[in-house]
């Protein structure tokens, strides 16, 4: 039963597969028809495409040859266009360019700019393809003419926008020079130029830089006259503030008035100046009898007034040389912003060089006259000091200039320096030779004499500019081999310093002594004496001593010894006076006619003497107080001994039938003249 219903499956799945198999082969019998179908079809569209491109190719390439005969043409009319531009350009472009070029704006100088470029373009286009055209000689006479135009309007902008800076503009710019914001400062007056203007004439200077006609002539002609009147006018400023300021160019003013109103008033002049003298040396002596302090010999007003004047035009020259330096200077800060961007970089150097030459002959001329009356008046021992001050204010301001300049070089102004730093040195030794040839005798008094005072006013002058003194002296082989002989030098300046110093006052020593030898020995004595006193306290006072010390460690004890040498020689002056208290022996008791004699003789030498020293030392000047004191008490412990021995012993003793006649004066008497010694109101 099992196997008929196994069989029965079977053939029932086997007649499925015979119909799936039979389905199978129609469904390929279809697919067969339609692929012979779409094969059909497409081969029908092949062979209609084939057809479609035969057509159409030839097509394409006629079109092709069209389009690149299209492209040619158009070409070719543009660059019939552009040269028929170039032969039209003069036409175009003859009243634009023959009416000049507009400055008032920048785009109204454009315009003219681009009409120049054009022609420029037809100029290269003509020489490159037909130099022989006769267009290109009108493009080029145009083209000169528009170039000619341009400089000149450029010119003309240039002239109307300079003008000198004002001196109050230089004045409140040197005043600001140490400022750091100087740069931004705006002054009302300073001549500054416009932003329009400036931008249009910087277009204008680089068209014509860019043409190969950079516009240096017309900044040299136009920019050098306006700084050499700035400063002109700059110094003519200084000059009247400085004659409306000072006293002393006033009166100087007065002095050299016409030869007919100094006859008018010489009568008066002179009881004025009679009367002044009168009062002049009473308060010297006042002044010197109360403070200690040394006037000097007396001098009268019109020499005072000389000396004073001197020292005045020297100090003034230096001032002028000074500002003028600065003023030199923002100048040429001035000038280097107004040509920055007129110009290409490489030619502003001697543009800057050549608009500064006046300026820079102006500066040394008034350098070197600054420094030939420092010269001058160190050679006659007066200040000497100004051109210092001068190498010291161009030393400060050579940085800035050198900013200033840049990209030009600072030769002119370096030479200058370097000038005026010889003539610094030179001026050192002009004083030591001053003091060397000085011939004015000494005070008559004995008192201090001008040339220590001028000496040690020197010093101290000369140590506010020792950082100035120092380098300058360091270029001296001299002076380098001395310091390198110093020991322990820890400031090479003050050490150069110091040398000079050294130099200077034993150069001043031997002129004392010197001068001293027209004295006698007391008032030799007393002369060296005040002059020693007043060298050494000024060097204490001014600080100078220590800066001394460097060079010569031991002066001031050879000053306190010299000082100690000059009292001992005072005091021997008065051993002829003590040698008529000394008896030659001893009297008897009982005196004999030759023993009165003795004491007569003694008495009346010793009277005629001390009366003939008393006249004379009166006159003697000691301005230090506590040297006249000291000199008071050593000339009665001189003195006083000796007499009142001699006076006690002898004084009673009846040698004469008129005592009084020789018995003059006693020891009491004699103390109080000595008090009244070296005191002009006694």
Not at 77 to 86: A, E, F, K
Not at 184 to 189: D, N, R, T, Y
Not at 542 to 551: E, K, N, Q, R, T
Not at 595 to 608: E, T, Y
Request: charged share 25%.
């Amino acid at each position: 039963m099992y196997a008929v219903e196994k069989k029965f499956e079977i053939e029932m799945k086997l007649r499925k597969e015979m119909s799936n198999i039979q389905e199978l082969k129609a469904a390929a019998k279809r697919s067969s028809s339609l692929a012979n179908d779409v094969c059909n079809v497409l081969g029908a569209c092949e062979q209609r495409l084939q057809q479609l491109e035969t057509a159409v190719l030839p097509l394409y390439g006629d079109t092709a040859r069209l389009q690149h005969i299209h492209q040619n043409m158009e070409r070719t009319v543009r660059s019939l266009d552009h040269v028929i531009n170039y032969y039209m350009v003069t036409r175009e472009l003859a009243d634009l360019i023959q009416a000049g070029p507009h400055t008032t704006t920048t785009e109204s100088l454009n315009i003219y700019l681009e009409a120049l470029d054009k022609l420029a373009d037809a100029q290269g286009y003509f020489n490159k393809n037909n130099p022989q055209s006769i267009e290109l000689e009108n493009i080029n006479q145009l083209y000169n003419t528009g170039v000619s135009k341009l400089e000149n309007a450029f010119e003309e902008l240039l002239s109307r926008n300079t003008r000198p800076l004002s001196p109050t503009t230089l004045m409140d710019m040197i005043a600001l020079e140490e400022d750091s914001s100087v740069d931004s400062v705006s002054v009302s007056g300073s001549g500054s130029t416009s932003v329009t203007a400036l931008e249009t004439m910087r277009a204008a200077a680089a068209w014509l830089s860019a043409a190969g006609v950079p516009p240096a002539s017309q900044l040299l002609a136009i920019r050098a006259p306006a700084a050499k009147n700035s400063l002109i006018a700059f110094k003519d400023y200084l000059r009247s503030r400085s004659m409306a300021a000072s006293p002393l160019m006033r009166a100087k003013n007065l002095l050299h008035r016409s030869d007919s109103t100094q006859r008018r008033t010489s009568k008066l002049q002179k009881v004025i100046e009679k009367r002044a003298n009168k009062i002049m040396m009473k308060a010297s002596q006042t002044l010197e009898q109360s403070t200690g302090l040394a006037i000097g010999p007396r001098k009268s007003v019109s020499e005072a007034y000389t000396e004073e004047s001197n020292e005045s035009l020297d100090e003034w020259e230096a001032e002028l040389a000074g500002n003028v330096a600065a003023a030199v200077c923002r100048l040429a800060r001035h000038e280097q912003r107004h040509v920055l961007g007129l110009l290409p970089l490489p030619r502003l150097p001697p543009l800057l060089a050549g608009v500064l030459s006046h300026c820079f002959t102006i500066l040394a001329t008034d350098v070197e006259r600054a420094c030939s009356r420092s010269r001058r008046a160190a050679s006659r021992c007066g200040g000497g000091a100004g051109c210092w001050a001068v190498l010291r204010r161009l030393q400060r301001l050579q940085p800035e200039l050198e900013r200033a300049l840049a990209p030009a070089s600072p030769a002119p102004y370096t030479a200058i320096l370097n000038n005026c730093q010889q003539n610094c040195v030179k001026s050192l030794e002009d004083w030591v030779e001053g003091i060397r040839s000085d011939t004015a005798a000494g005070p008559v008094d004995g008192t201090v004499h001008q040339l220590a005072a001028a000496a040690l006013a020197h010093c101290h002058a000369l140590a506010a500019h020792i950082h100035t003194i120092g380098p300058a002296l360091a270029t001296e082989p001299s002076y380098v081999r001395a310091v390198s002989q110093l020991s322990g030098v820890h400031d090479r300046n003050a050490a150069m310093l110091a040398i000079y110093m050294r130099k200077v006052l034993a150069q001043l020593n031997f002129a004392l002594r010197n001068k001293s030898e027209q004295y006698p020995d007391a008032l030799k004595a007393i002369f060296l004496l005040n002059n020693t006193l007043y060298l050494l306290q000024g060097l204490q006072r001014s600080g100078l001593l220590d800066v001394l010390m460097l060079a010569e460690p031991e002066c001031e004890a050879n000053y306190r010894d010299m000082i100690q040498e000059h009292k001992s020689a005072y005091l021997q002056s008065w051993n002829k006076l003590l040698q008529h208290t000394v008896l030659d022996e001893q009297l008897p008791a009982k005196l004999r006619d030759k023993d009165r004699q003795i004491l007569k003789d003694k008495f009346a030498s010793f009277n005629r003497e001390w009366e003939e020293c008393s006249r004379v030392q009166r006159t003697y000047s000691v301005p230090d107080a506590e040297l006249r004191e000291a000199l008071k008490r050593d000339n009665k412990q001189a003195i006083l001994p000796h007499y009142t021995t001699f006076y006690d012993h002898y004084a009673d003793l009846p040698f004469s039938k008129n005592p009084d006649k020789y018995v003059k004066y006693s020891p009491v008497q004699i103390a109080t003249q000595l008090d009244g010694y070296f005191d002009e109101a006694a």
